[in-house]
């Protein structure tokens, strides 16, 4: 039986919905970078990029607690585990962007 948290939600539902919004929370701030700064060589050196994914993953708390995740149970490794899957998907998302040359 499925051990269920203070949210309501089961903690297979709870791990599913923090991973999902995390990766694509990351590929919409690699979009997002894309559409901003461009897919040039000059977009590609600048850390104005990082930025969009600083935004991204500060919107992503208030979106999780709408969602109904309680966000106060969150530990040091939960924290770190968003901004890591994020991050990740920002970067390949963003790289494979800039690596083609094409504005999503």
């Given at each position: 039986?499925?051990?269920?948290?203070?949210?309501?939600?089961?903690?297979?539902?709870?791990?599913?919905?923090?991973?999902?919004?995390?990766?694509?929370?990351?590929?919409?701030?690699?979009?997002?970078?894309?559409?901003?700064?461009?897919?040039?060589?000059?977009?590609?050196?600048?850390?104005?990029?990082?930025?969009?994914?600083?935004?991204?993953?500060?919107?992503?708390y208030?979106?999780?607690?709408?969602?109904?995740?309680d966000?106060?149970?969150?530990?040091?490794?939960d924290?770190?585990?968003?901004?890591?899957?994020?991050?990740?998907?920002?970067?390949?998302?963003?790289?494979?962007?800039?690596?083609?040359?094409?504005?999503?």
């Amino acid at each position: 039986m499925a051990t269920e948290t203070a949210s309501g939600l089961s903690d297979h539902v709870r791990g599913v919905t923090v991973t999902t919004l995390a990766c694509v929370g990351g590929i919409v701030a690699a979009i997002a970078s894309a559409q901003l700064f461009g897919v040039t060589e000059a977009a590609a050196t600048s850390t104005q990029p990082f930025l969009v994914l600083a935004v991204v993953l500060f919107v992503q708390y208030p979106l999780l607690k709408l969602i109904g995740i309680d966000i106060q149970e969150f530990g040091i490794k939960d924290n770190l585990y968003v901004g890591f899957m994020t991050f990740t998907f920002w970067f390949i998302s963003y790289a494979v962007l800039l690596s083609t040359g094409t504005g999503a």
